[in-house]
């Protein structure tokens, strides 16, 4: 497996940390609306998964959810941080369900973010090879274009997709194949949700075509005293699609005593 690296991060705000971790194939920019609501409770660390955004990877490849959660336990190390709150989006969930796996020391709460426990079924496992293929051959353009009609809800303001998209293009293609790989190979997280022992919190949105309402439900259920919230009009984008109803969560999710 290849060396834990720093990853790059865009921070707001002071106190205890919240590291923010992004999902597939995007990068820091997607927490903009986190970073800036968030700054007031929360030292709000965004980051970069290895190749994607300001974490340049000159040779990606082996790409694995346990060395995605090295990478942000190693950027931990680097700003002096023993354990921090740990909100992650879709991918970024698989990654924060191995951190909590493989370092849980360093977890002092868990906000999840339109994710899943399970692991990719065999139709799944062959999604992931036909989109290595669709962007072998035809370049990250066609893989994003299929992402975008999926990831966002009706009527998500077309700046805010527009945004989305240009992070996504600006992944580089052996990046988002090696990210699919990871994915597909990812382990079981349903066993993990009993042991999770932080707070946790669950955020799903109603309107998400990725990962449907009634898994969110039960996979939140399986965490024991979790909280679970559905964001009405949210798609699989909530965060970005639903600044404020998901800002107002989560500044009472970690302002609890
Ligand atoms: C993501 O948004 O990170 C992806 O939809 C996750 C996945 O494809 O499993």
Redesign the pocket.
Known sequence: MAEPMVLAYEERGSGPVLVCIH??PLDRTMWINQLAGLAKVRRVVAVDLRGHGLSEDPAPAGYSMDLFADDVAATLDEIGEDSADVMA????GYVAFTLWRRHPQRVRSLILCCTKAEPDTDEGKKGRDDSAALVREQGMEALVDRLVKVMYAEGTPADVIEAGRRSMLATPPEVAIADLMA?KDREDSVPTLGTITVPALWIAGEADK?MPLDGAKAAAAGIPGSSFLSVAGGG?MTPVEKPAETNEALVNFLKRP
């Open positions: 999902g597939f989006l879709s991918m970024g994915m990725i699989h």
